[in-house]
């Protein structure tokens, strides 16, 4: 049974060109089932076995464990997968998950920053005349600019950018690469990094965009730290997840006129309905929070009702 996950896991990151934190996540939920599918019947020797009855309880023990309505879903669809799987495969003759159905999850507009508090959190590493600072400056103005993922950033390499073009070669999802305009404060600050902050943090021949302290590639993790460092930094409250910057950069781009074929593109999004479902919405929220904002700041007119 755990070769069959292989099996599966291997399908998807080499067929479909799955990132590889989504092949762990897809990892994690299916042994997770399997553990508790062994402890539950320990004499079950295939996925074939495994019946509706089976999952429902399964299901049953992670919301009593107090599991969110959105990851109970996202470890169904993982089954669900897995099952089509199975049996295309024809590894299993029925698939139990057909009727299995999903708790209901309500979807909840991703935050943004407004203009004035990504100008805070750009401004903060400015404060430290660093190689740290210089490079911490040039991400945060790169993703804030570019709307990049925070894992395409950090596999950025120093031969991807054109800072004479003004341009940014990225690997995005699976094998697919896309070239990123970047203008005026980014390129600034790149250049910068690049001529008095990188050279000091590199101590070999190491390719890395952006590297940490001990000159190697810097991680997701730590670039999510140092986002989070900057954030209290500026004193700001809004909640900011390593997607925030993507999510602003993706509105406020809309906001000012750019099509949503265009902000697909920069995004990197293989349809643009991702765009579409959720950017407008963003889009117009914004819009209209800016407008009631205006209207309470105008002074009153009294006027004849």
Request: net charge positive; charged share 25%; with cysteine.
């Amino acid at each position: 049974m755990e070769e069959q996950i292989h099996e599966f896991l291997s399908a998807m990151q080499g067929g479909k060109g799955y990132a590889r934190n989504t092949i762990e996540a897809y990892r994690n939920d299916l042994t997770q089932f399997l553990n508790f599918a062994l402890n539950e019947r320990p004499n079950l020797s295939n996925w074939g076995r495994v019946d509706k009855p089976l999952l429902l309880v399964f299901v049953q023990s992670l919301k009593e464990r107090a599991y969110t309505p959105s990851s109970v879903s996202r470890k169904i669809a993982v089954l669900k997968s897995f099952y089509h799987f199975l049996v295309a495969r024809k590894l299993v003759d029925v698939d139990p998950t057909a009727t299995l159905g999903s708790p209901k999850v309500e979807k909840r507009l991703p935050q943004v920053l407004p203009a004035d508090e990504i100008e805070r959190l750009l401004a903060a590493p400015t404060k430290f005349s660093t190689p740290k600072g210089f490079r911490d400056r040039a991400m945060l103005a790169l993703l804030s600019a570019s709307g990049m993922r925070v894992s395409e950033l950090t596999s950025l390499d120093v031969d991807d950018v054109n800072l004479e073009g003004k341009t940014i070669h990225c690997a995005g999802r699976g094998a697919k690469r896309r070239v990123i305009p970047i203008q005026g404060s980014a390129v600034d600050a790149l250049a910068h990094y690049l001529q008095r902050g990188r050279p000091a943090l590199v101590h070999d021949d190491e390719r890395a965009l952006f590297v940490n302290p001990h000159g190697e590639r810097l991680t997701r993790q730590g670039l999510w730290l140092i986002i989070k460092e900057y954030v209290k930094e500026a004193g700001i409250t809004t909640p900011v997840t390593p997607h925030t910057l993507r999510h602003s950069f993706a509105v406020h781009s809309l906001n000012q006129g750019a099509d949503l074929a265009s902000v697909q593109r920069l995004l990197g999004h293989a349809n643009i309905a991702t765009t579409q479902q959720m950017y407008l919405r963003l889009a117009h929220a914004a819009s209209a929070e800016a407008a009631e904002e205006m209207l309470d700041s105008a002074p009153s007119v009294k006027g004849d009702d």
